[in-house]
């Protein structure tokens, strides 16, 4: 059964690095997002993405983050200038239609230093 | 604010009975419903979606919506402990695609 990947499972870095974190969707959805959980907390939308530009993002998702797909099959997030605040569980989602399912990766686990 | 409530629990429940889980949503315009299922540490993973009034079965599982009353519930019957896990309630918003969730309600299924 496809599913989305994601990697890496767990990210340690300092505060003011970059990090970029990928997910490689569901070979034939068009859809994607990403969402994060801080932990104990409920998850979070970040951003959507169709036909290669955003279609909406959260106030979460300011100039220190940005989204690319820069093949055929990845999917990444970039944040440009980590904080303490940004340790979270990062999940990517695709979906094959506007408003279907939408299945998630395994996660990312982000720790900030 | 799209808000979706949930009771965070915990709700536990002997082996074998019905669990009945509850949520209610802000937005009277939502178009899409769903219920995931999230173990500790892991991605949430899809029970239910539902997307129309009434009631949706799949196995021992079943949605039910209200769209005037704006509440969606899942009940699992015969509950296992393997069921033990938290239940996230989704919901998609007017006029967007994204999933707004609920805090989750943890069930604990008791041998």
């Known amino acids: 059964e496809p599913e989305v990947t994601q990697t890496p499972s767990h990210q340690v870095t300092q505060m003011g690095q970059e990090v970029i974190l990928r997910c490689v969707p569901i070979s034939n959805h068009l859809y994607f997002y990403w969402y994060r959980q801080i932990l104990g907390q409920k998850v979070e939308f970040l951003v959507s993405?169709?036909?290669?530009?955003?279609?909406?993002k959260s106030e979460i998702f300011d100039d220190q983050f940005s989204v690319e797909r820069p093949d055929g099959s990845n999917f990444t997030l970039k944040i440009r200038s980590t904080k303490l605040e940004d340790s979270a569980m990062y999940f990517c989602?695709?979906?094959?239609?506007?408003?279907?399912?939408?299945?998630f990766g395994p996660g990312t686990r982000l720790l900030v230093l | 604010q799209k808000e979706v409530e949930q009771n965070s629990g915990p709700l536990s429940v002997p082996e074998g009975a019905i669990a009945s889980l509850n949520c209610t949503y802000s937005d009277r315009g939502s178009q899409s419903f769903f219920w995931y299922r999230q173990y500790s540490g892991k991605s949430p993973e899809l029970i239910m979606s539902i997307y129309s009034n009434g009631d949706k079965e799949d196995g021992r599982f079943t949605a039910q919506l209200n769209k005037a009353s704006q509440y969606v519930s899942l009940l699992i019957r015969d509950s296992q402990p393997s069921d033990s896990a938290t239940y996230l309630c989704a919901v998609t918003p007017g006029g967007s695609e994204k999933l707004v969730f609920g805090k989750g309600t943890k069930l604990t299924v008791n041998p």
């Open positions: 989602a695709s979906t094959g239609t506007s408003l279907g399912t939408q299945y």
């Open positions: 993405f169709y036909n290669n530009e955003i279609s909406e």
